[in-house]
């Protein structure tokens, strides 16, 4: 599983959400200041809406992967699948809470949601953000992505690799490493 060391010592590790880790992807969603909440929605929402938002967002055509500091997810990425599109389409979001900004954890989940799309044979890789979002900006850059700005918001197209072998190994072992970890930290109902 990668794993980020931040300058205060807090080692955060990245995987795949499941449906059994909505309630800590909400609740990151609940504790984006305004100015990180208004960057990842794209305006200003309520609780209300993320409550609705996260109740719909596991499903076939998404996939979210979560930056955890300790049992708390701090970051997240999705992958949205634009199913019926042609050719393959995706959309891709992002969330850090402040305090994990500017550590690298966005590009270590763009990284990842960039394989997922290759692995599943998307062609073009879309983000939203609003003009203003600098970091959103240069992480899109970064990744060789086309930036194309209109009425202050700017769409960044990346078109990913073709899937290979390696993609493939790449994406299983980081799930096969998640899985074994969440295994090894699970502790059945009465036992302490």
């Known amino acids: 599983m990668p794993t980020i060391r931040l300058p205060d010592t807090n080692e955060v590790t990245v995987r795949r959400l499941w449906p059994t880790d909505m ?5 990151h969603l609940l ?9 990842r929605f794209g305006g200003g929402v309520s609780d209300a809406y993320i409550d609705d938002y996260v109740h719909t967002s596991l499903r076939l055509d998404t996939l979210i ?3 955890f500091s300790g049992s708390k997810v701090v970051a997240a990425g999705e992958l949205r699948i634009l199913f019926g599109a042609w050719p393959p389409t995706a959309e891709t979001a992002f969330s850090v809470e402040e305090p994990y900004q500017d550590h690298g954890l966005g590009d270590l ?3 990842k949601i960039i394989t997922a799309a290759r692995n599943r044979g998307i062609v073009t890789l879309s983000m ?3 003009s203003h979002n600098q970091r959103m900006r240069h992480l899109a850059q970064k990744h060789r992505a086309e ?3 209109t009425d202050g918001e700017t769409e960044a197209r990346l078109e990913p690799a073709a899937f290979n072998p390696l993609s493939y190994m790449e994406e299983w072992m980081n799930e096969a490493d998640s899985t074994l970890s969440r295994m090894l930290l699970w502790k059945p109902s009465g036992l302490n």
């Open 31 to 39: 504790r984006l200041d305004p100015i990180s909440r208004h960057s």
């Open 147 to 149: 930036l194309k700005t």
């Open 128 to 130: 939203q953000c609003l």
């Open 23 to 27: 309630t800590l992807y909400r609740e």
């Open 65 to 67: 992967y979560g930056a």
């Open 109 to 111: 989940l763009l990284t």
